[in-house]
């Protein structure tokens, strides 16, 4: 059985869609968090075999399908866009624990506490926007411009 041919765009796309739902993941558990809300709880545990259904069809994808070999325009476009998701997520870092510690001022607890799950979570927020970022950016470098598609 030969596999089929994966382009690098849909590889972009299979990855922008793990990473948004890592995004959507994270956001749902800081806004548990910070307004101690337990109706974003169960959308999240209601939500959870989609969620599981959404990440093994990229295995599925990953196993059926063979990646398109590397050229040497879209390793450049990589490189370029990995510099800049780089970027892109060193700011949200730094823009994220500046919220949490105003947040965790305005609390009023004595002991602002933050949890190892609450780490772990941000770890696959920050993986979730170096991802999206870089195949937003991959695809965004990728396009055709309008003068070569009417020729």
């Avoid at 558990?29 to 959870?48: C, D, P, T, V």
């Amino acid at each position: 059985m030969k596999k089929r041919v994966l382009s690098q765009k849909a590889q972009a796309v299979s990855e922008l869609i793990l990473a948004m739902i890592m995004i959507v993941l994270f956001i749902g558990k800081m806004y548990e968090n910070i307004f101690h809300s337990r109706a974003l709880h169960n959308i999240i545990n209601y939500g959870a075999p989609f969620i599981i259904i959404a990440i093994s069809s990229v295995f599925v994808i990953a196993v059926k399908f063979r990646y398109q070999p590397n050229d040497e325009l879209s390793r450049e476009l990589t490189l370029k866009a990995t510099e800049i998701a780089v970027k892109i997520e060193l700011c949200v870092a730094l823009f994220c624990g500046i919220i949490m510690h105003l947040q965790g001022n305005r609390s009023g607890d004595e002991y602002y506490r933050i949890m190892g799950s609450d780490v772990c979570m941000f770890g696959a927020f920050l993986s979730g926007v170096f991802f999206a970022a870089k195949s937003i950016i991959f695809l965004w470098l990728d396009r055709t411009p309008k003068a070569e598609e009417e020729e």
